[in-house]
């Protein structure tokens, strides 16, 4: 595949990509054929402005006992004043990469938007990393410069002081002399964006590590926009009198699509919550009214349990869409978030290394038990160890193929990634003769016990729908006369109390509501679950306690 010029001057990232013979294969035709020359801030951004949408609401966030609105016009001013910092008074140049990190907001979305339209690459991180993580980070990706939450600093300060190639470290909020924020004060300058290849680099995206070490994900401009008119525009369906709202933060690309690129690619607006409990997620639905919200299956277990325990409390009556993606949703969590809200839940498979969801279904399209099909322009497969399509109903190997795919930087599990052409993402599932996909675990919590292959998300759900239970997680232990036992980890609700006889109850409960060989022979009340900053469940943490 020939590249497109690239406006970058530093070339770092596009000669880091892994050699073409380890891509996937790619779709780039119909509505994912791309010009050569595209901005994605531009397209996000600056089109929505010159489209007569300058007045129009982009961003709400808390303010005070209130909240602020900003327009995209205003957005658009945060986003220059950025960009001319960045490449005047810092002197980077098209193709650094600039380290991003702080809360969800208005800042951190407007720093994300100027590093794109300066041609710069951004490299987002999760608020909660501390400085061993950040300096890996800046390390791998040989960052030239760090924008930060002031209130932040104290884990990037160190880690930054010990990468030679950090030339720059900026903030907004805080009481620096040079803060970003203080570049508002100056009369507004446009700024002209870089006129960056379609397939330049923008975005490293790091995932979230529920495996162990995190892998840079290297993203084109195209890449954005490919999720913006694929899932976003294809299965959400989002349009311009939308509002987003969830917790995922910007890191995490799933929050990156959900809270920031959708809405602005579709001229809508969201609501940008720095953190959020259960109740509070559910104070500012109604306060804000919006109407599509993001996160994880968790979270909307906590936030229906919230809502069952206060009736009339949270009122969610201008939600249509709810998207649930990151990990396994469990029927008994779809099934309380629709008896709290009488909203269907849209699942969704997706990974960092394709950027956002490439499987999910809505509305009518949802079967049950059914992750969804494949967002139009991805071809999904299940798959055998030979990377060879396997027959409906049986379980295997899922691969996809569209017009994004995994380039790791500077990694050797780019191999083991891509094979045979096809994007493996770790899930084991099966699809049926319809094209519909039943996830049955990640490839890697798959238990075999005694010969039989069990998911350990069939596991929890069967667990969750005990009514003593809040959460759940099943990992397999090793077992010298099975090879491998079943072991579900619970937290409890208030009010009741790990015991044996709990513990026989909620083996004798899974019994009753899935094969009976499936039930956990351990049991084991825990406090609280290990989790990513996003919410996912870390399995191998637990694998590592046993």
Same mark, same amino acid.
């Given at each position: 595949?020939?590249?497109?010029?690239?406006?970058?001057?530093?070339?770092?990232?596009?000669?880091?990509?892994?050699?073409?013979?380890?891509?996937?294969?790619?779709?780039?035709?119909?509505?994912?054929?791309?010009?050569?020359?595209?901005?994605?801030?531009?397209?996000?951004?600056?089109?929505?402005?010159?489209?007569?949408?300058?007045?129009?609401?982009?961003?709400?966030?808390?303010?005070?006992?209130?909240?602020?609105?900003?327009?995209?016009?205003?957005?658009?001013?945060?986003?220059?004043?950025?960009?001319?910092?960045?490449?005047?008074?810092?002197?980077?140049?098209?193709?650094?990469?600039?380290?991003?990190?702080?809360?969800?907001?208005?800042?951190?979305?407007?720093?994300?938007?100027?590093?794109?339209?300066?041609?710069?690459?951004?490299?987002?991180?999760?608020?909660?990393?501390?400085?061993?993580?950040?300096?890996?980070?800046?390390?791998?990706?040989?960052?030239?410069?760090?924008?930060?939450?002031?209130?932040?600093?104290?884990?990037?300060?160190?880690?930054?002081?010990?990468?030679?190639?950090?030339?720059?470290?900026?903030?907004?909020?805080?009481?620096?002399?040079?803060?970003?924020?203080?570049?508002?004060?100056?009369?507004?300058?446009?700024?002209?964006?870089?006129?960056?290849?379609?397939?330049?680099?923008?975005?490293?995206?790091?995932?979230?590590?529920?495996?162990?070490?995190?892998?840079?994900?290297?993203?084109?401009?195209?890449?954005?926009?490919?999720?913006?008119?694929?899932?976003?525009?294809?299965?959400?369906?989002?349009?311009?009198?939308?509002?987003?709202?969830?917790?995922?933060?910007?890191?995490?690309?799933?929050?990156?699509?959900?809270?920031?690129?959708?809405?602005?690619?579709?001229? #809508?607006?969201?609501? &940008?919550?720095?953190? *959020? $409990?259960?109740?509070?997620? =559910?104070?500012? !639905?109604? /306060? @804000?009214?919006?109407?599509?919200?993001?996160?994880?299956?968790?979270?909307?277990?906590?936030?229906?349990?919230?809502?069952?325990?206060?009736?009339?409390?949270?009122?969610?009556?201008?939600?249509?869409?709810?998207?649930?993606?990151?990990?396994?949703?469990?029927? #008994?969590?779809?099934? &309380?978030?629709?008896? *709290? $809200?009488?909203?269907?839940? =849209?699942?969704? !498979?997706? /990974? @960092?290394?394709?950027?956002?969801?490439?499987?999910?279904?809505?509305?009518?399209?949802?079967?049950?038990?059914?992750?969804?099909?494949?967002?139009?322009?991805?071809?999904?497969?299940?798959?055998?160890?030979?990377?060879?399509?396997?027959?409906?109903?049986?379980?295997?190997?899922?691969?996809?193929?569209?017009?994004?795919?995994?380039?790791?930087?500077?990694?050797?599990?780019?191999?083991?990634?891509?094979?045979?052409?096809?994007?493996?993402?770790?899930?084991?599932?099966?699809?049926?003769?319809?094209?519909?996909?039943?996830?049955?675990?990640?490839?890697?919590?798959?238990?075999?016990?005694?010969?039989?292959?069990?998911?350990?998300?069939?596991?929890?759900?069967?667990?969750?729908?005990?009514?003593?239970?809040?959460?759940?997680?099943?990992?397999?232990?090793?077992?010298?006369?099975?090879?491998?036992?079943?072991?579900?980890?619970?937290?409890?609700?208030?009010?009741?109390?790990?015991?044996?006889?709990?513990?026989?109850?909620?083996?004798?409960?899974?019994?009753?509501?899935?094969?009976?060989?499936?039930?956990?022979?351990?049991?084991?009340?825990?406090?609280?679950?290990?989790?990513?900053?996003?919410?996912?469940?870390?399995?191998?943490?637990?694998?590592?306690?046993?």
């Amino acid at each position: 595949m020939a590249f497109h010029p690239s406006a970058h001057v530093d070339g770092f990232a596009r000669a880091s990509l892994p050699p073409e013979s380890e891509w996937p294969v790619m779709n780039l035709t119909g509505t994912y054929a791309y010009p050569p020359v595209l901005n994605a801030a531009v397209l996000m951004l600056d089109d929505a402005v010159a489209e007569g949408h300058g007045d129009r609401p982009a961003i709400i966030a808390p303010e005070g006992s209130g909240w602020r609105t900003i327009s995209y016009a205003e957005l658009q001013r945060w986003t220059d004043a950025i960009a001319h910092v960045l490449t005047g008074e810092l002197g980077l140049v098209p193709g650094n990469r600039v380290l991003l990190r702080g809360f969800n907001g208005p800042w951190m979305a407007a720093a994300w938007l100027a590093t794109l339209k300066a041609g710069l690459v951004a490299v987002t991180t999760m608020p909660m990393l501390r400085s061993v993580e950040l300096r890996v980070v800046m390390q791998k990706s040989r960052c030239s410069a760090a924008l930060c939450d002031a209130r932040l600093m104290a884990e990037l300060a160190p880690a930054a002081a010990d990468v030679p190639s950090v030339r720059h470290v900026r903030t907004w909020g805080g009481d620096a002399a040079d803060r970003l924020d203080l570049a508002l004060s100056a009369p507004p300058r446009a700024y002209a964006a870089c006129p960056t290849a379609s397939d330049d680099v923008c975005l490293i995206a790091f995932t979230s590590g529920t495996t162990g070490v995190p892998k840079g994900c290297m993203h084109f401009h195209r890449d954005v926009m490919a999720m913006c008119h694929g899932f976003a525009a294809q299965v959400l369906r989002a349009k311009a009198d939308d509002r987003c709202i969830g917790t995922p933060p910007f890191a995490f690309t799933f929050g990156l699509g959900g809270l920031l690129c959708f809405p602005m690619a579709a001229r #809508a607006s969201t609501v &940008l919550l720095e953190k *959020a $409990t259960p109740e509070q997620l =559910l104070q500012a !639905i109604a /306060a @804000t009214r919006a109407t599509i919200t993001w996160t994880a299956p968790t979270m909307y277990r906590a936030m229906a349990l919230a809502m069952q325990a206060s009736p009339g409390t949270f009122d969610t009556s201008s939600l249509r869409q709810s998207v649930s993606a990151g990990e396994a949703l469990p029927d #008994a969590t779809r099934t &309380l978030w629709r008896a *709290a $809200t009488g909203i269907e839940m =849209l699942d969704g !498979i997706g /990974a @960092t290394e394709m950027i956002h969801i490439f499987i999910g279904a809505s509305g009518s399209d949802v079967r049950i038990g059914a992750i969804g099909k494949a967002v139009p322009g991805y071809t999904v497969a299940v798959l055998d160890d030979n990377v060879q399509p396997l027959p409906p109903g049986e379980v295997g190997r899922l691969g996809v193929r569209g017009p994004t795919g995994c380039r790791y930087l500077a990694d050797d599990r780019q191999s083991r990634y891509v094979q045979g052409g096809w994007n493996l993402t770790g899930d084991a599932c099966s699809m049926d003769a319809d094209g519909y996909v039943f996830f049955k675990a990640r490839t890697d919590d798959l238990i075999i016990s005694s010969g039989y292959n069990i998911g350990a998300p069939e596991v929890e759900a069967a667990v969750l729908a005990h009514a003593a239970v809040s959460e759940c997680a099943v990992v397999g232990v090793p077992d010298d006369e099975r090879g491998q036992a079943v072991k579900a980890f619970v937290v409890l609700k208030p009010g009741h109390e790990g015991n044996d006889a709990l513990a026989r109850a909620l083996q004798e409960h899974v019994k009753a509501t899935i094969a009976p060989y499936k039930y956990p022979r351990l049991v084991e009340f825990v406090a609280s679950l290990p989790k990513t900053d996003t919410g996912k469940l870390q399995r191998f943490r637990l694998k590592e306690t046993t």
